[in-house]
């Protein structure tokens, strides 16, 4: 049996990627946390210049992870509104229930949405819809019997103020349980605590 011989081949040689340093990593929370911010505010351009902003600093697994997840937030999120914003067309004049309140569609305009509320007018701004309307008019345009539609639903819960994390989690489960495919979406709840942790703490030192 001939000898084996040795491949004469060279092997590829393959670029590691340099581990970002302590100033990067700084700075990549700074920027994930200003886009979780905007993103709250419904500032969406914002928070896509933060997350393009991201992607341009050296990232680990575990920083790409962090700006993945908001990038996923944030498309769910715009989609989401998106939605309302297609159900409001053509919505004048029908009747919605909130909450087992009959409300109706006075008037639908570019600016202002007028309801009538509990025997009365209410004039909104379109760009500040109470939260039960628009999320019943997101309900009119998703299909509910897609699971998907509950993750669009806890995008929108996670950047609103009266959900908390824990009606977040529990819709976004039942999505799953349903066989949505939720990824890694569901530790951006952990991101936000943690994010917000570290800004904290660089306050009081800061301070002390």
């Not at 990549?28 to 896509?48: D, I, P, Q, Y």
């Not at 509104?81 to 087992?100: C, F, R, S, V, W």
């Not at 066989?179 to 943690?194: P, Q, S, T």
């Amino acid at each position: 049996v001939p000898a084996m011989q040795e491949s004469t081949t060279a092997e590829p040689l393959t670029e590691t990627a340099p581990s970002p340093t302590a100033v990067e990593l700084a700075q990549l929370k700074k920027l994930v946390a200003a886009g979780h911010l905007a993103l709250n505010r419904g500032e969406f351009s914002t928070c896509a210049t933060l997350i393009s902003q991201a992607r341009q600093l050296p990232l680990d697994d575990a920083g790409e992870g962090l700006v993945e997840r908001l990038a996923t937030l944030h498309e769910y999120v715009v989609q989401y509104h998106q939605a309302i914003e297609d159900g409001l067309q053509g919505i004048e004049g029908e009747e919605l229930t909130l909450n087992q309140t009959t409300v109706y569609v006075v008037e639908a305009n570019d600016s202002a949405i007028v309801l009538r509320m509990l025997g009365r007018n209410r004039r909104f701004d379109r760009n500040k819809l109470p939260t039960g309307f628009a999320m019943a008019v997101a309900d009119r345009w998703f299909d509910q019997q897609a699971a998907s539609t509950k993750v669009f639903k806890g995008a929108f819960m996670a950047v609103t103020p009266r959900f908390s994390d824990e009606d977040v989690r529990t819709i976004w489960s039942k999505a799953a349980a349903e066989g949505a495919d939720l990824g890694d979406l569901m530790l951006v709840l952990d991101d936000r605590k943690a994010l917000q942790s570290n800004a904290d703490t660089a306050v009081n030192q800061s301070s002390s």
